[in-house]
């Protein structure tokens, strides 16, 4: 199936993406999704939403993958310019990463190589969306702004199958002061 580049944007940032009948199917990320409920179909140069799983708004869909309501819709049949934010995402130095952890009470503790020496750019944390504590690497910032988070125990599960997660800087924030981070790390990675 051919995608407009209007589709093409936000299939880019859904996982789970596979075509179904006349659209496509995807896991919603308004919701922890283990398997695609998310249905979006192009319809007259607009894109339609619906998550079967459970009835997510359009507005949360969209603002999980960083897009505005209005970014689903082409004007004139002509796809809308990229999407943008209101000034330019936050971006941290890497190394500023853990001091952001550690400013917000989270424990984070550094990932080892084999030899024995700290990676520069990952560190351990607890994962976000594990309820047992589970460790889990975080990254430095990608270019849109947004770190990485990637779990074993969330891909083993099926939670997420590529076990990795995309959080931006203020989610981050949000995520450690509703202190779904804060629990200690116990387990060795």
Same mark, same amino acid.
């Given at each position: 199936?051919?995608?407009?580049?209007?589709?093409?944007?936000?299939?880019?940032?859904?996982?789970?993406?596979?075509?179904?009948?006349?659209?496509?199917?995807?896991?919603? !990320?308004?919701?922890?999704?283990?398997?695609?409920? %998310?249905? #979006?179909? *192009?319809? &007259?140069?607009?894109? +339609? $939403?619906?998550?079967?799983?459970?009835?997510?708004?359009?507005?949360?869909?969209?603002?999980?993958?960083?897009?505005?309501?209005?970014?689903?819709?082409?004007?004139?049949?002509?796809?809308? !310019?990229?999407?943008?934010?209101?000034?330019?995402? %936050?971006? #941290?130095? *890497?190394? &500023?990463?853990?001091? +952001? $952890?550690?400013?917000?009470?989270?424990?984070?503790?550094?990932?080892?190589?084999?030899?024995?020496?700290?990676?520069?750019?990952?560190?351990?944390?607890?994962?976000?969306?594990?309820?047992? !504590?589970?460790?889990?690497?975080?990254?430095?910032?990608?270019?849109?702004? *947004?770190?990485?988070?990637?779990?074993? $125990?969330?891909?083993?599960?099926?939670?997420?199958?590529?076990?990795?997660?995309?959080?931006?800087?203020?989610?981050?924030?949000?995520?450690?002061?509703?202190?779904?981070?804060?629990?200690?790390?116990?387990?060795?990675?």
């Amino acid at each position: 199936m051919i995608a407009s580049p209007l589709a093409e944007r936000l299939l880019s940032r859904l996982h789970g993406v596979r075509t179904s009948g006349d659209g496509w199917l995807a896991c919603c !990320p308004a919701h922890d999704d283990r398997h695609p409920s %998310l249905s #979006i179909r *192009e319809v &007259d140069g607009k894109l +339609l $939403l619906y998550c079967r799983s459970r009835h997510c708004e359009a507005e949360a869909i969209m603002r999980a993958v960083g897009f505005r309501l209005s970014d689903l819709f082409a004007e004139d049949g002509r796809p809308r !310019p990229e999407a943008r934010r209101s000034g330019r995402p %936050l971006v #941290i130095p *890497e190394g &500023d990463i853990p001091k +952001l $952890l550690t400013a917000l009470d989270v424990s984070v503790r550094p990932l080892h190589a084999f030899d024995g020496a700290p990676y520069t750019d990952c560190w351990i944390v607890q994962c976000p969306h594990c309820e047992e !504590p589970a460790p889990a690497r975080i990254s430095t910032t990608s270019v849109d702004g *947004e770190i990485g988070v990637s779990c074993v $125990l969330c891909q083993a599960s099926k939670r997420r199958p590529s076990g990795f997660w995309r959080f931006t800087i203020p989610e981050i924030i949000r995520l450690a002061r509703d202190g779904r981070f804060a629990r200690k790390v116990g387990v060795a990675a």
